[in-house]
């Protein structure tokens, strides 16, 4: 291999405050967007498990919807086909004023594709819990609200967990697709720094390291929070 | 908004389209195989009895689960042509990538296949005089393959996702051909939805057949 090594290039400026620049809007995006994924998918995957027919279908579309068109299809829907099809007062707003078009778009995009995928994970948590303990909670005179409130969401909570984990790891990957619409983050600037330097494995190595330890940084934390809420006795059965 | 909507765009450009999206199809299916054939492999090696083999299995398997599936197709993109020495095209370093990255999410998904087949299945391969690649290749095997027949159709309709990704580096998939056409004719939005269309019907309906297969096989 005919390669010119030059590991110092990550260390002048200006590369190294990419790289800095580009860890900052990685976290950034995936946390805002995570904000967004774990609300709205909690609503949806609890709107999953109601009795109401209605309700069960417009929270089953959402999720199908979300879940079998490409995350890249959906950052350009998002980035160039959504400022068209709103109100044409929103759409221009969208266009011009909109601070950060292209890192607000992918948070969107991130948050309501990564709920379809929370929403399964809050079903199935809800879904595990023992159908007598609903009943007994009804039994027990508390309303359905109630029964949600202080039963099946608490346990259900504590028993996804771990999967949770893994969801917001796939949020922290799935945010360098945000390159495709311009947001400068870890990916971006790595490339950026191939384009300007031609030194694309050091460029490479070094984002691939930041990802892994990142990655690793937040498993341990959630190792942590995992041995704090487990419930003893409880978990999601695996697929048969 | 949805007024000037046209479909005289998408009509004309369906032949150039569907060059794509058979691009796509031949993408899916060659990293299916590859990876579903070396996600075997690792599942064998993280399973069997020697530390180094469950080493070599369990790194591969953390390693491509950290990182975005673009990095690891910039890095092929990157990494191929400088190890051959020359122009190579990019369909196959974005398989290569495709193969070993898929690979880890498959492994895991063989090795629980492997790991619902009960122990006496090999014991009764090993009593009958069987060695151990004919215990797996006759016994085991078989049975974790068709246990996991629908988890592993619907990592498939994921693989099928996610080549889209190759847009990034150029490789002229459906989803490259449908930008193409987009910005060449300044239609976007009609592109755009179009593919998301495309893209939703056949994930959608390979999904319901592969919950139609899992109710047949819990009968």
């Known amino acids: 291999m005919n390669y010119n090594w030059n590991w110092g290039i990550l260390f002048e400026e200006p590369y190294f405050d990419w790289l800095v620049s580009g860890v900052e809007w990685t976290l950034f995006v995936s946390a805002v967007a995570w904000i967004i994924a774990f609300s709205l998918g909690s609503v949806i995957g609890v709107a999953r498990t109601v009795d109401s027919v209605p309700v069960r279908a417009v929270a089953t579309a959402y999720v199908e919807l979300f879940r079998n068109i490409p995350l890249i299809v959906q950052m350009f829907l998002w980035f160039y086909v959504v400022p068209e099809m709103v109100p044409d007062d929103l759409g221009r707003w969208m266009k011009r004023d909109m601070p950060f078009p292209e890192a607000t778009s992918a948070i969107f995009c991130l948050g309501t594709y990564t709920a379809s995928r929370v929403a399964e994970q809050v079903r199935a948590g809800i879904e595990s819990i023992p159908v007598g303990q609903r009943a007994a909670g009804l039994a027990m005179g508390l309303t359905t609200i109630q ?22 790891l796939t949020i922290f990957k799935n945010s360098s697709l945000a390159l495709t619409i311009g947001v400068a983050e870890l990916l971006y600037q790595a490339r950026q720094i191939e384009n300007y330097t031609f030194q694309g494995f050091e460029a490479f190595t070094s984002v691939t390291l930041i990802y892994l330890v990142l990655t690793m940084i937040v498993v341990a934390l959630m190792v942590r929070v995992e041995e704090k809420t487990k419930i003893p006795g409880y978990g999601i059965q695996k697929d048969k | 908004m949805l007024g000037d909507f046209d479909f005289g765009v998408i009509v004309t450009a369906l032949p150039y389209l569907w060059e794509g999206m058979q691009l796509s199809l031949l993408l899916t299916g060659l990293a299916a195989i590859g990876s579903i054939a070396l996600g075997t492999i690792l599942a064998l090696m993280r399973l069997s009895s020697i530390r180094l083999f469950q080493w070599i299995g369990a790194v591969w398997v953390n390693f491509f689960r950290s990182l975005p599936l673009l990095l690891v197709i910039f890095w092929f993109y990157f990494l191929v042509p400088l190890i051959v020495q020359g122009q190579v095209d990019a369909f196959e370093s974005a398989l290569i990538g495709f193969v070993l990255f898929e690979a880890a999410y498959y492994c895991e998904i063989m090795r629980s296949g492997i790991q619902s087949i009960s122990r006496g299945q090999a014991w009764s391969g090993y009593a009958l005089g069987l060695n151990y690649p004919q215990t797996m290749r006759y016994v085991v095997l078989p049975q974790a393959f068709r246990n996991m027949l629908p988890i592993l159709l619907t990592q498939t309709i994921i693989l099928f996702q996610d080549t889209s990704l190759v847009f ?39 999904s319901l057949y592969v919950k139609t297969l899992q109710k047949k096989m819990h009968r």
Do not use: H, K, N, W
């Open chain 1, 147 to 168: 029964v949600y409130r202080y039963l099946l969401v608490p346990v259900g909570y504590r028993i996804i967990v771990p999967p949770l984990t893994s969801e917001f």
């Open chain 2, 168 to 206: 990034v580096v150029g490789l002229a998939d459906f989803m490259t051909s449908a930008v193409t056409v987009a910005q060449r004719d300044s239609r976007l939005v009609e592109l755009y939805v179009f593919a998301a269309l495309v893209y939703f019907v056949m994930c959608y309906f390979a």
